[in-house]
């Protein structure tokens, strides 16, 4: 049948809870991920990216956990707050790619105060 | 730093005219990308260019589109004739390069197309 659009992962939190959002990524010659948040009527905003040698990466409020094994990636927001409501996409790097980001389909949050 | 400018903000266009949107991209960044959203189709590459050269236009949907890069400050995209499938918006947005993990972008904040 015809597609009615893409169908976004939505993550629904109160404010004030921490938010997990995922990402599973398909190249392991991957060695480089971003994550974006893109907010309504805006251009996606870098937020935090992680090397492919790094577990762990931690910015304000924020920290990208990268499992290599099982090829997935996550995104981890402390105290959610209502200005956090927007589009989240992860981005990956392939090695042979020179330059150019790999973007998913993103995952929605949505923040009740 | 005004970051990566894109004008207009917003068009409005007739089908079958022609259409030229416009970038800056920030000063110093190697790497210029032009992307297209819908909500059909998400966020899509549609070509990009490192030192003012088109290294990658396999997602540029078809010859009414075309994208010049006439020097480091300024590129442009251009369709026509513009269809009504065109209203989207399109993103461009730049990275530094240089370096094997200096690659995020920054966006522009797009502009908002629609033909009629």
């Known amino acids: 049948g015809e597609s009615v659009g893409l169908h976004l992962p939505t993550l629904s939190v109160q404010e004030g809870d921490n938010s997990i959002i995922n990402c599973a990524y398909s190249n392991s010659a991957s060695d480089y991920f971003i994550w974006y948040k893109q907010e309504s009527g805006k251009g996606p905003q870098f937020i935090i990216d992680i090397r492919s040698n790094m577990d762990k990466r931690q910015g304000q409020r924020v920290t990208v956990l990268l499992n290599k094994t099982v090829k997935h990636l996550s995104l981890q927001i402390a105290a959610t707050q209502p200005g956090d409501s927007a589009v989240y996409f992860c981005a990956e790097k392939r090695v042979t790619s020179y330059g150019k980001l790999t973007f998913g389909q993103g995952t929605i949050l949505t923040v009740h105060p | 730093d005004a970051g990566v400018i894109q004008s207009p903000r917003h068009e409005v266009t007739e089908m079958g005219q022609e259409v030229t949107l416009r970038c800056k991209p920030i000063?110093?960044?190697?790497?210029l990308f032009w992307y297209r959203q819908t909500m059909m189709r998400g966020l899509e590459l549609l070509i990009y260019f490192n030192n003012n050269v088109p290294i990658d236009d396999s997602g540029m949907p078809e010859d009414r589109f075309s994208a010049k890069m006439p020097n480091a400050s300024f590129s442009t995209l251009k369709i026509q004739p513009s269809e009504p499938r065109d209203s989207a918006v399109y993103f461009c947005?730049?990275?530094?390069?240089?370096?094997?993990?200096?690659?995020?972008?920054?966006f522009g904040s797009g502009t908002r197309l629609t033909v009629v």
């Open positions: 947005a730049s990275s530094p390069g240089g370096g094997r993990f200096n690659y995020g972008y920054t």
């Open positions: 000063s110093g960044h190697d790497y």
